[in-house]
């Protein structure tokens, strides 16, 4: 079982940038197919990107092409989203997920572990 912590949320203003990170524990994090995830007061937990166990592959929600980047470092256990360009519609609770059921997936009920959670707040 590999357990996550996220930071690296805050408050930000329209065209700005953060950087998510998520750093796991407790198993093999170059194991898990990784995924971020955000729900914003009143919605449903949304898909915003994936990317595979190597890193090689990525997958992005189409509304953060271009904007958004998932990395991960499996030699330091960490997940990564660069968040460029924010706007006040990616105001969420964004969340990292582990995978070790598939290898790839959009969809949040495919990922056993989550983290708790970074608020990213973004002002007009």
């Known amino acids: 079982q590999v357990q996550l912590v996220e930071s690296g949320g805050g408050l930000v203003q329209a065209g700005g940038s953060l950087r998510l990170s998520c750093v796991a524990s407790?198993?093999?994090?170059?194991?898990?197919?990784m995924g971020w995830f955000r729900q914003a007061p009143g919605k449903e937990r949304e898909f915003v990107a994936a990317i595979s166990r190597t890193g090689g592959t990525f997958d992005y929600k189409d509304s953060v092409k271009g904007r958004f980047t998932i990395s991960r470092d499996n030699a330091k256990n960490t997940l990564y989203l660069q968040m460029n360009n924010l706007k006040p519609d990616d105001t969420a609770v964004y969340y990292c997920?582990?995978?070790?059921?598939?290898?790839?997936?959009?969809?949040?009920?495919?990922?056993?572990?989550w983290g708790q959670g970074t608020q990213v707040t973004v002002s007009s």
């Open positions: 997920a582990a995978s070790d059921r598939y290898t790839w997936s959009r969809v949040h009920t495919d990922y056993d572990y």
């Open positions: 407790g198993h093999t994090f170059s194991g898990y197919t």
